[in-house]
Each structure stands twice: as structure tokens, then as C-alpha cells.
Nanobody
Framework: QVQLVESGGGLVQPGESLRLSCAAS????????MSWYRQAPGKERELVAS????????NYADSVQGRFTISRDTAKNTLYLQMNSLKPEDTAVYYC???????????WGQGTQVTVSS
């Protein structure tokens, strides 16, 4: 049974940091491209950052470039998102995604709420 379980969300003030984690199980973590998406109220879900499974190439949305860092620990089957200098516009539900290239295999977590407010 595939599971992606996010944690680490919460309420923080502008300028503060959070680290999200996504614990993966039920599939071969090292074979999947892993990503973080987010969805704010009334908006579509958007890609925040992704990391490939072999070389570990990363990709970021322009809005988070230089503030967020995605990483993965294959030994722990865990994906991370370090979020620094948080802004109110980063407020959203953050979702973990696992996708295997060239297949229809695509899994989602339940999401974790991040709220940035003074």
C-alpha cells in the first residue's frame, strides 16, 4: 500500500522558517521523481519544487527560488522541503507527490497546512 505522509506544517510569522517532511512507503522511493506542490484557497495546485531520482536534479518555481530547498534521503525514504524567509503568499496546503517517469504511476499525500501570518 502506497503512502505519502506529510508533516511539519504550522503557523509561522513572515520571515520565519519551516521544514516539511514526507515519509514514503509502499513503493521503491529511489525510482521516483519527488515533488512538492501547494494549493492556496481559491487557486489551482501549483508545483513548488521537484527533485529527480538518479542525479538529484532540482527545479523550483520562480516564486520560491532562493528561499526553499528540496532534498531527499533515499535511505530513510523521506522527502524534505526547507522553507526560509516565508511570506504570507506562501500560505497553502503543501502536498507531496511521487511520479515514475514514462508511466502512469503518480501518488499524492494528504497535505499539510502552512500558514504565514503576523
Amino acid at each position: 500500500q502506497v503512502q505519502l505522509v506529510e508533516s511539519g506544517g504550522g503557523l509561522v510569522q513572515p520571515g520565519e522558517s519551516l521544514r516539511l517532511s514526507c515519509a514514503a512507503s509502499g513503493f521503491t522511493f529511489g525510482n521516483y521523481i519527488m515533488s512538492w506542490y501547494r494549493q492556496a484557497p481559491g487557486k489551482e495546485r501549483e508545483l513548488v519544487a521537484s527533485i529527480t531520482h538518479v542525479v538529484g536534479t532540482t527545479n523550483y518555481a520562480d516564486s520560491v527560488q532562493g528561499r526553499f530547498t528540496i532534498s531527499r534521503d533515499t535511505a530513510k525514504n523521506t522527502l524534505y522541503l526547507q522553507m526560509n524567509s516565508l511570506k504570507p503568499e506562501d500560505t497553502a496546503v503543501y502536498y507531496c507527490n511521487a511520479r515514475r517517469r514514462a508511466t502512469a504511476l503518480n501518488y499524492w499525500g494528504q497535505g499539510t497546512q502552512v500558514t504565514v501570518s503576523s
